[in-house]
């Protein structure tokens, strides 16, 4: 069973910066397309980027676009998501979720995910 572990949160100050990554064990992460998403207090969950096996596709929410970059190393079976110029709306707690590679479209559909971490929090206030 894949199991994922989301690190790097925190308090940051708006404009600031974080990189968050998604380390994955019992399993290879090659096989895998992998999504973050978010969910801020008293919303609903919202897809904010992915990326695909071999890193030769990514998508990324509008709302985020330009601020967000998604990546990964399947050699360290991680994939990062680094967060700059941020914004007191991307508050939240950030989830990595893994579905097979050979799924296609629908990149934020929450069910096609088979394993997920438990969040990492991310605050932006000053």
């Known amino acids: 069973q894949l199991q994922l572990v989301e690190s790097g949160g925190g308090l940051v100050q708006p404009g600031g910066s974080l990189r968050l990554s998604c380390a994955a064990f019992?399993?290879?992460?090659?096989?895998?397309?992998i999504s973050w998403f978010r969910q801020a207090p008293g919303k609903e969950r919202e897809g904010v980027s992915y990326v695909s096996s071999r890193s030769n596709f990514t998508y990324t929410r509008d709302s985020v676009k330009g601020r967000v970059t998604i990546s990964r190393d399947n050699a360290k079976n991680t994939v990062y998501l680094q967060l700059n110029s941020l914004k007191p709306e991307d508050t939240g707690l950030y989830f990595c979720?893994?579905?097979?590679?050979?799924?296609?479209?629908?990149?934020?559909?929450?069910?096609?995910?088979?394993?997920w971490g438990q969040g990492t929090q991310v605050t932006v206030s000053s």
């Open positions: 019992g399993g290879t992460l090659d096989v895998y397309g």
């Open positions: 979720a893994a579905r097979p590679r050979n799924f296609v479209g629908q990149y934020f559909n929450a069910a096609q995910y088979q394993s």
